[in-house]
């Protein structure tokens, strides 16, 4: 079982530069596969990029490709997501969920979730 806990959202102008963490509490943080997930208001839950569990491997949305990147460090059982040239699309609340070994890209595939941070960017 794994436990997430996200931070680092907040209140941010069109250009600027966001981190997001997720903590992650139990023994098989290391073995999971991560990925970061987004909900504006009024649309469904989508997919922003996800981690293999070396960190080896990334893979992105179109729409943040080459605008955000998604790291993790096993020791401190914590992933990442830096978002740099914020635009106000990217306004939602960012999800942080796991699942064993390989990544996945639809919200069915994890196993694990966090309550999300809100991240709003304005214009």
């Known amino acids: 079982q794994v436990q997430l806990v996200e931070s680092g959202g907040g209140l941010v102008q069109a250009g600027d530069s966001l981190r997001l963490s997720c903590a992650a509490s139990?023994?098989?943080?290391?073995?999971?596969?991560m990925a970061w997930f987004r909900q504006a208001p009024g649309k469904e839950r989508e997919f922003v990029g996800a981690i293999s569990e070396s960190g080896g491997m990334t893979y992105y949305a179109d729409s943040v490709k080459g605008r955000f990147t998604i790291s993790r460090d096993n020791a401190k059982n914590t992933v990442y997501l830096q978002m740099n040239s914020l635009k106000p699309d990217d306004t939602a609340v960012y999800y942080c969920?796991?699942?064993?070994?390989?990544?996945?890209?639809?919200?069915?595939?994890?196993?694990?979730w966090g309550q999300g941070t809100q991240v709003t960017v304005s214009s």
């Open positions: 139990g023994r098989t943080f290391s073995s999971c596969a």
């Open positions: 969920a796991g699942r064993p070994v390989w990544i996945a890209v639809t919200t069915d595939r994890y196993n694990y």
